[in-house]
């Protein structure tokens, strides 16, 4: 009867710790990091997200360009084909750029920040905001 008990205790322990343990690093799993937030986030070169609060509905795009530079990419407006989208932030794929001796992180949430332009080169779209993907 002992022995049963001892080997029923050590199975509920082991399953107390793994349970633990996955509770413990789901939240983690495309969350935002505590100490550096944008840490799985690309930037384009001259952007910040304070210069990209500056931007509003109505701007013409020369002074865009001019606060916050030249976008990392630009493509077809997600709801609109006659909208273009400059993408100023992209994933930084933390998972892909590990390098043997590196700090191991998993993938974190990455700050998006788009803007769409209609046909007159006017913003007509803004978005910024946490991707957890």
Do not use: C
């Not at 413990?24 to 690309?42: N, Q, R, S, V, W």
């Amino acid at each position: 009867m002992k022995l049963a008990l001892k080997i029923l205790s050590a199975f509920g322990l082991v399953g107390t710790l793994i349970i633990t343990y996955f509770l413990g690093t789901a939240p983690l799993i495309e969350g935002k990091h505590l100490i550096k937030p944008y840490i799985d986030t690309h930037f384009a070169d001259n952007y910040s997200p304070e210069k990209f609060d500056q931007i509003e509905l109505g701007m013409r795009k020369s002074e865009v360009i001019k606060l916050i530079g030249e976008p990392l990419y630009n493509g077809v407006g997600y709801f609109d084909s006659l909208v273009t989208n400059y993408h100023y932030t992209g994933d930084g794929k933390l998972l892909s750029k590990r390098e043997p001796g590196e700090q191991k992180y998993d993938d974190f949430a990455w700050y998006r920040s788009t803007i769409g332009f209609d046909a007159t080169e006017t913003v007509v779209y803004l978005d910024k905001g946490w991707s957890h993907d």
